[in-house]
């Protein structure tokens, strides 16, 4: 099993671009969540999802978009790419909460 | 959720025991006590979770008092590999409904020799 695989591990975009980041597990769970990490703070929920086809905002959503069309795939997606968006990008996954499961990372810095 | 609270950093050395503890005073009757780990440059690893008393694993020890208004993650005998950042989390378990795991700023453990 591969747990929870993030894509891609690094990204360096221009102002204004897009792009989406893709989170997909291998473990059957239900729920699923993206977070970002800013140097010397703690996680901070964007999004997540309870179910195939379902998502729900977390702390600091906007900015941000995410689809859950198959239950294995968490994508969020940002459309106008701003250089307060540069942050570690956590993906996770959990059959229930609290237990999660998290994905290595994904380092976007936008320029 | 409830709101936690937690030391920002902590010292030790190799084989102390350390004991972080998380202040919730506004815990739910549902809620659970959740500890993760997070190493620079990784994404957090689940620790330890109870409800009230004490439980153990291979890895750590978590005790609640019988008010669950606060509770201690104990790392037996630390070593350089335990330096990280530790997380107290707060929140029900999923029942159907909507939920989400929020995270504080956590404890930066540093270990030394």
């Known amino acids: 099993n591969a747990g929870v695989t993030q894509t891609p591990k690094f990204r360096v975009l221009k102002t204004g671009q897009s792009m989406t980041l893709l989170c997909a597990q291998d473990?059957?769970?239900?729920?699923m969540y993206w977070y970002r990490q800013d140097p010397g703070m703690g996680l901070r929920l964007i999004h997540y999802?309870?179910?195939?086809?379902?998502?729900a905002k977390g702390e600091v959503p906007d900015g941000y978009n995410v689809s859950r069309l198959k239950k294995q795939n968490f994508l969020l997606g940002l459309e106008s790419a701003a250089p307060s968006q540069t942050s570690v990008y956590f993906c996770?996954?959990?059959?229930?909460?609290?237990?999660?499961?998290f994905g290595q990372g994904t380092r976007l810095t936008v320029v | 959720l409830a709101k936690t609270t937690q030391p920002i950093s902590m010292d030790s050395y190799e084989g102390q025991e350390v004991n972080i503890t998380c202040s919730h005073n506004?815990?739910?009757?549902?809620?659970?006590i959740t500890w993760y780990q997070q190493f620079p440059s990784q994404g957090p690893r689940f620790i330890i979770q109870?409800?009230?008393t004490k439980v153990t694993n291979e890895v750590a020890s978590l005790f609640i008092p019988a008010d669950r208004k606060s509770s201690t993650l104990s790392l037996p005998r630390v070593s350089l590999s335990d330096t990280a950042v530790y997380y107290c989390?707060?929140?029900?378990?999923?029942?159907?409904?909507?939920?989400?795991?929020?995270f504080g700023t956590g404890t930066q453990l540093k270990v030394e020799l």
């Open positions: 109870g409800y009230k």
């Open positions: 989390l707060v929140g029900a378990y999923l029942t159907g409904g909507g939920n989400k795991l929020t």
């Open positions: 996770a996954s959990s059959p229930s909460v609290p237990e999660a499961f």
């Open positions: 999802s309870v179910g195939e086809g379902t998502t």
């Open positions: 506004n815990i739910a009757t549902n809620d659970y």
């Open positions: 473990m059957n769970h239900e729920y």
